[in-house]
Structures are given as C-alpha cells and as structure tokens.
C-alpha cells in the first residue's frame, strides 16, 4: 500500500541519513565560516545530496539490470550493507568516524565543504544511496511510489537543511549524551529495517 511504502521509506532514509547525527560534523567543517556562509555550505550540500539520491532512485534500477544483479540479490547485499552501519551507530563508531571524516576535511583545507565531506559521504553515503536503491526496486516502476520516493527523499533533505541552519542550537540542546543516546536508537531501528530487506531478499531468491 502507498502509505506503508511511504512509511517504510520515511523511517529507513530518515534513519540512514540521520539528520540529528551530522550537526557534530556540520560544525566541525564549518566551525570557522560566518554565519551567511554556513548557510551556503548548508544548501549546497543539501542540494548535491539530493541529486544524488534522486538520481539513484531514477537510474539504481536499470543499473542492477546492466550488472545483471538480480533484486534479491542487491536486497541481501544492501540489508547487510546497512546492518553494518546500524551496528556501528549501536556501538558509537559511526560518530567517530564521521567526525574523523569532517577533520580531515579541514586538515586538507577542502575548499569545498558542501560537496565533500557533508554531501558525499555523509549525507549521500554509500547506506543512503543503497536504501534508495531499494527503495525504488520496491516501487517496482509504479509511478505513484517512485514519485513518494522522491518526495521522501526531497523531505528528508530539506530536514538536513533545516538541521544544519539550527545546528549550533541543537547540539547545546541536546549534549553530548542525548546525541550518543538517539544514535543508539536509530541504529537499533536500521538495524531491524536492515535485517527484513535481507529476509526479503531471502524470500525472493528461493521462492
């Protein structure tokens, strides 16, 4: 049904994304731009990161056919794909690693903050645009959901946006610890999104 597609979408981009989760890297790679650049950087990426997940969504499934990857096949792939992720938002490796990835970015002087490290790798990682992918295959070329798919994705990214322009003020609201705690749980609710693609590719491929 279109409402539990759009439910299931919402919940596993939202959850791979996690908008909450990249204001500690947000800050980092911006910690020294005035307030109107911040916010540049913010659209920027937010703006690339969409393209890129739409463009998944649009191209992630004639790209399967091309490699000649069945469904199946790309659902166990990516379900384990994201339980790797959900475990590392679980055991807090996930933060750390992103916060190394935002570092570098500035150790390197990275002239461009927005295209790297916020859009790619962090908003639009290799866990987003394997969830879009399949998403879409589950869409199974109907319209109507591919077109909620975008939506969602429109939807999730503009929460990034929103996120980056109250950065400061969320991550004063919400500590250190309300940040490991929500990552904690996130990565508990990918972790069973996670685990049902891989029943479900289980179930394709032997039924």
Partial sequence: ???????????????????????????????????????????????IAAAILAGSAFVGDWLLHALAITLPAFRIAGGLLLFSIA???????????????????????????AAFPLAIPLMAGPGAITATVLLASRAEAAPPRLALLIAVILAIIAICLAVFTVAARIARFIGTTGNVVLSRLLGVLLAALAVQFVIDGVRAAIG
Wanted: proline share 5%.
């Fill in 1 to 47: 049904m279109p409402l539990e597609y759009l439910v299931s979408a919402f919940v596993t981009l939202f959850v791979t994304v996690d908008p909450i989760g990249l204001v500690p890297s947000f800050l980092a790679v911006t910690h020294d731009l005035p307030l109107q650049a911040r916010r540049n950087v913010a659209l920027r990426a937010s703006l």
């Fill in 87 to 113: 475990s590392e938002m679980v055991f807090g490796m996930r933060v750390a690693r992103q916060s190394q990835q935002a570092e570098e970015a500035i150790e390197e002087r990275v002239r461009n903050v």
